[in-house]
Nanobody, 127 residues
Framework: QVELVQSGGGLVQPGGSLRLSCSAS????????IGWVRQAPGKEREGVSC?????????YADSVKGRFTISRDGDKNSTVYLQMNNLKGEDTAVYYC???????????????????WGQGTQVTVSS
């Protein structure tokens, strides 16, 4: 079991930016896919962005393309960030990071494929 610790989130006005962090209890994320999943009240979980296992390709949901960027810390190889720009009201949700081995390609956007989850952090976009 991998422990994931999240930080970041909070309240921001529409058009603003936030950065989420997720640190895994691993020395390296090689062989693992790691993703960000969000859930808004009354809605299903949605895979937002992910880094696949293997080549580490990045993927984004259509709803966040061009606004969100997922990245891995070059020095702290077990930390992943989600930079969220031009935030909208519909981005309001609890955001979770999640990790699992062997998720290749865009499969890493599927929230039902992850076994270990972070504690979640609230992101609220409101004026």
């Amino acid at each position: 079991q991998v422990e994931l610790v999240q930080s970041g989130g909070g309240l921001v006005q529409p058009g603003g930016s936030l950065r989420l962090s997720c640190s895994a209890s691993l020395s390296t994320l090689d062989y693992y896919a790691i993703g960000w999943v969000r859930q808004a009240p009354g809605k299903e979980r949605e895979g937002v962005s992910c880094i696949s296992a293997g080549p580490g390709s990045t993927y984004y949901a259509d709803s966040v393309k061009g606004r969100f960027t997922i990245s891995r810390d070059g020095d702290k190889n077990s930390t992943v960030y989600l930079q969220m720009n031009n935030l909208k009201g519909e981005d309001t949700a609890v955001y979770y990071c999640a990790i699992d081995r062997g998720l290749y390609g865009s499969t890493c956007l599927r929230s039902d494929r992850y076994g270990d989850w972070g504690q979640g952090t609230q992101v609220t976009v409101s004026s």
